[in-house]
């Protein structure tokens, strides 16, 4: 007998031995995510070890279990002591208990039983607790506001609001934009701008509510809308993320997580009244709607159905990311129909969704193409889903499904369905919308995946910068936009989510849960690092992702072979998982292309992860018997999640700094005093009908700042490429004089000092290779510039960005070729009473080459260029500011590099050299010296105004 217990207690140490290699890999989670702090690269690689040790076989830990079974067995004669020790404690307990007062008596019982016969009043309470230090965090900057907005396209539904408060609707047609034919104000997503307008009337004129806000104003609810939208957005996320999962730790965890991520904070801080505030309500709105439909038996289910369709129609009223919902759920509905477990009542519900979204795409906008609605791309897997729901379940199983099941009884009854829905589809489409409507389509659906050329807008547009996961150079990561640390524990569970799903398929879980597990993974190392050292990786991964993906599908495709027939086992794969898989799939896909998208990927991600969190504790509990060791990981996780929370939520650090810090501190109005100034002037001193000729960027802000006029803003996708390859970077006068009269002779050109640093991007969007760039001084060192050996110093100046040489060159018989050599640095020889010629160090970056070269041209203000020698850099070199020496010489503090071909454009004449170009009158100049400081910065801006005349420039011509 005493023999079989010693076996007992060995396998029992064996196997909490083994269970304890998920501890090990939560420590190593725990000091990754210390390392993280020091250098991302490290926190990278340990977590990727931990998780491997999370996720790998628990056999690896029997080499050690031999090493510790006496202390097991020690351990045990220990715990039975010290139960004859409670015992003891528990008799002194009673006694003592008998002679204390029961008014005096502190019950613990009592409360630890408060908290669990109401434990979801408790869960509330801290799910408001959550939310609402989320929304005190977005309104933390609003004392950096003053009467201003974040960014630039809130002012535009600013302007909106104002026109429904003193008109009742937004005008058809806005003549403020796209002049001079105006802008179809239905091609935009303009609810929120009626919802900010209608709750400013109700703030102010319904009793008591005015009394509360007796100086509210329209500009100050614009600014807490976000915050509002996203207080609202949290609680319907908390419930959201609980009809899932049926378990509060997990909707706690998910909604803390998001309240503080980084990547959901911009768009939904005070300030930013822009679209997605109120359109991430109505997601989520429209994802917890459809989850209870597809959760709930009877007539409630297609009541919910109903809401998530007029949930979904509103949000697209808003914002054009209501693809993510439309893609979310079409592709659920055709992996039911694939799969042959797509219900009656669950159609029926889908038909319901849609039936009542599509009114209101139809005839409510114009933005999604109004009648021809179903021809819009992100609807086509909506059409087809529906239409391969309907042949299924009217065609198929009333008429078909007896012949197949006896010709064709070897394959799977889904795949047959699918692939005759598709066929027919096919047919369909061609005959009532054309051959074109297909390849249209699949073009679109190529740019989830990024197969295919980007537009040259896409490229320019920094919100369309595509993410890397970890970079010590650029915040534009997965890793600062989400925390390292969610980002890895979504890895991990979305292996254990898709093990959890296909549960009751013990052969064939591990195998689909691993490969979902290698594709999420190469997903997110297509754009690992920018470092050199990581760029194999990129490369690698860049090209494998599609066959990783066509793998995954082959595979999930192939279980399906192999379990067709078993029904029952079939239909306990939960929908509701299937939906959150499919929109977290979508959501990284939709982030690896433009950062802007990570803010549509944090939502699944934090669910996901937090599914992880609360799983990795559950695992450790159902596993190790021992009470130590389940509160030494319970410990571990509340900790781990606690530090996250606090620490993206309240840390100061500028280099990590948390939530708070970011908003309270970061978020300041982009409309800087200069510019307002100059807006101002606008405002009061040119016509009520002036024209305004600009780059895009400042549209917005003079139609509702200045109220004027402009040719160009941030929706205008067409006028740009004109404008920028015909008038901002054209050299001929007849050419930018053909450009004014196609825009009906505008009356102002305006410049901001601005768009030097942004011409690439102008002149890229124009189709030429153009550019400016700006170097400042970086220090002073010994001289080794050849042949200069009467100066004996040299000042160094570094650039903001590296200027490309406009054309080959050939030096000493050694090609530096345009395509790769880049001005790395600017050197000037320098003694104690002069100043020699600047040089340019250039850097062949594929031949690892170097030569010192001076420049050919020198450009002055109000003069332009002119050459000076022949062999050396085809560039111009402009002092942008001097500043004094110590023996009272004036020395270059900071050039602009101008390329040969961009020397006598319009752009350079006005906004470089300050030239007097005739048929340009200089009519404002706000007196903002154009130095580094403010061609780089935002803290200042050099602004000039010209009035154009048409009779010069006319009879020029």
């Known amino acids: 007998m005493e023999e079989k217990k010693n076996d007992d207690l060995e396998e029992l140490t064996l196997k909490d031995l083994r269970n304890n290699q998920l501890l090990i890999g939560f420590f190593l989670l725990i000091i990754s995510f210390i390392l993280y702090f020091v250098k991302d690269v490290y926190g990278v690689i340990l977590g990727i070890v931990s998780l491997i040790l999370i996720i790998a076989s628990k056999e690896s830990i029997n080499l050690i279990a031999s090493f510790i079974e006496e202390d097991a067995k020690k351990e045990k004669k220990v715990i039975k002591k010290n139960q004859e020790i409670a015992k003891i404690a528990k008799e002194i307990k009673e006694e003592i208990k008998e002679e204390v007062n029961e008014d005096e008596e502190f019950d613990l019982k009592r409360i630890i039983d408060f908290f669990t016969q109401n434990k979801k ?17 977005r309104i933390s900057n609003l004392k950096n506001l003053d009467d201003k907005l974040l960014g630039l396209d809130p002012y535009i539904f600013y302007r909106y609001a104002n026109y429904v408060v003193n008109d009742g609707r937004i005008p058809a047609n806005d003549t403020l934009r796209y002049y001079p034919f105006g802008f179809n104000t239905r091609l935009e997503g303009t609810l929120h701008s009626y919802v900010i307008a209608y709750s400013y009337e109700v703030l102010k004129n319904f009793f008591p509510l005015k009394y509360f806000f007796p100086n509210l104003t329209l500009m100050r609810v614009m600014q807490l809308y976000p915050a509002f939208s996203a207080l609202l957005a949290f609680i319907v996320f908390f419930f959201l993320v609980q009809e899932l999962f049926s378990n509060y730790y997990i909707s706690l965890t998910a909604t803390a997580f998001l309240t503080v991520t980084h990547g959901f904070l911009f768009r939904t801080s005070a300030g930013f009244a822009d679209k997605e505030p109120i359109a991430i309500l109505l997601i989520f709105l429209s994802f917890f709607f459809y989850v209870k439909s597809l959760k709930t038996i009877g007539k409630k289910k297609y009541l919910y159905a109903f809401l998530a369709g007029l949930s979904t129609g509103s949000c697209g009223l808003s914002w054009g990311g209501i693809i993510f919902v439309f893609m979310s759920i079409s592709l659920y509905a055709l992996f039911e129909i694939a799969f042959d477990r797509l219900s009656k ?27 021809d609605f179903l021809q819009n791309f992100m609807v086509v897997p909506v059409v087809f889903a529906m239409f391969s729901g309907v042949f299924r379940e009217f065609v198929y199983n009333k008429f078909l499904r007896k012949y197949f099941d006896k010709k064709f009884n070897k394959i799977p009854t889904g795949i047959i369905v699918f692939s005759l829905s598709l066929i027919l589809g096919i047919l369909f489409s061609i005959v009532f919308f054309g051959p074109n409507y297909l390849v249209r389509n699949l073009k679109s659906a190529l740019t989830i995946f990024e197969v295919g050329e980007r537009t040259v807008h896409a490229e320019t547009v920094s919100e369309n910068i595509e993410p890397f996961f970890i970079s010590d150079s650029t915040s534009t990561t997965w890793t600062a936009s989400i925390n390292l640390f969610i980002l890895l524990a979504y890895i991990v569970g979305i292996f254990y989510l898709t093990k959890d799903l296909f549960n009751k398929f ?9 490969f979902m597990l290698l594709f999420i993974i190469t997903l997110f190392l297509t754009n690992f690092s920018d470092e050199p050292k990581f760029s194999w990786i990129n490369d690698y991964f860049g090209k494998s992702y599609l066959l990783m993906f066509g793998i995954f599908i082959a595979v999930l495709f192939y279980f399906y072979s192999k379990v067709w027939k078993h029904k029952k086992r079939l239909n306990s794969l939960k929908p509701e998982w299937l939906l959150l898989i499919m929109w977290s799939l979508l959501s990284i896909l939709a982030g690896r292309t433009a950062v802007r998208n990570i803010f549509s990927a944090t939502p699944p991600i934090v669910i996901i992860a937090s599914y992880f969190l609360i799983k990795l504790e559950e695992i450790v509990r159902s596993s190790i018997k021992d009470r130590f060791y389940i509160n030494v990981t319970r410990a571990l996780l509340i900790l781990l999640i606690i530090s996250i929370y606090f620490y993206e939520g309240f840390g100061t650090n500028q280099k990590n700094p948390g939530a708070y810090y970011i908003v309270s501190e970061g978020y300041h109005p982009s409309v800087i005093p200069d510019l307002e100034k100059a807006f101002e002037w606008i405002k009061n001193n040119t016509p009520q009908d002036a024209v305004f000729f600009h780059w895009w960027d400042y549209g917005y802000w003079i139609q509702a700042i200045a109220n004027r006029t402009t040719v160009l803003d ?19 006068s007849e050419e930018y004089v053909q450009v004014l009269e196609h825009y009906n002779k505008p009356d102002y050109l305006l410049f901001v000092d601005d768009d030097i640093p942004k011409f690439a991007a102008i002149a890229k969007i124009g189709l030429k290779n153009i550019w400016y760039s700006v170097y400042t001084i970086k220090g002073v060192q010994e001289n080794t510039i050849p042949n200069e050996e009467a100066y004996q110093q040299m000042i160094v100046y570094d650039p903001s960005s590296y200027a490309k040489l406009s054309e080959d060159l050939i030096i000493n018989n050694q090609l530096f070729s345009k395509d790769s050599s880049y001005i790395v640095s600017i050197l000037v020889p320098i003694n104690n009473t002069n100043i020699g010629e600047p040089y340019a160090y250039v850097i062949d970056t594929e031949r690892k080459a170097g030569t010192l070269l001076p420049f ?68 404002y100049d706000n007196g903002v010296k154009m130095d580094a400081q403010s061609v780089l910065s935002d803290s200042k801006t050099n602004v000039r105004i010209w009035k154009i005349n048409y009779d010069y420039l006319e009879g020029e011509e």
Not at 121 to 137: A, Q
Not at 346 to 371: E, K, Q
């Open 121 to 137: 009043r408790v869960f509330y309470f801290l799910m408001i607790i959550i939310v609402f230090v989320g929304f005190f965090i």
């Open 345 to 371: 009542e669950n159609l029926y519900a889908f038909l319901i969704w849609f039936s009542i979204l599509s009114p209101m795409f139809i005839f409510m906008t114009d933005r999604y193409g109004g009648l």
């Open 506 to 514: 013990k052969e064939y879980k591990s195998l689909l849960a691993s």
């Open 714 to 732: 941030g929706g205008n996708f067409e006028a740009p490429n004109y404008a920028a390859e015909h008038f901002f970077t054209s050299n001929n």
């Open 856 to 923: 050919n041209y020198a450009c002055k203000k109000n003069v332009g260029c002119k050459k000076i020698i022949d062999e050396g850099v085809p560039e111009g070199i402009f002092v942008l500011t001097e500043m004094n020496a110590t023996n009272a010489t004036k020395i270059p503090q900071s050039f602009i590099i101008i390329p040969e071909i961009g020397m006598n454009m319009i752009t350079t004449r006005l906004l470089i050299f300050n030239e007097s170009v005739p048929g340009f009158d200089l009519v």
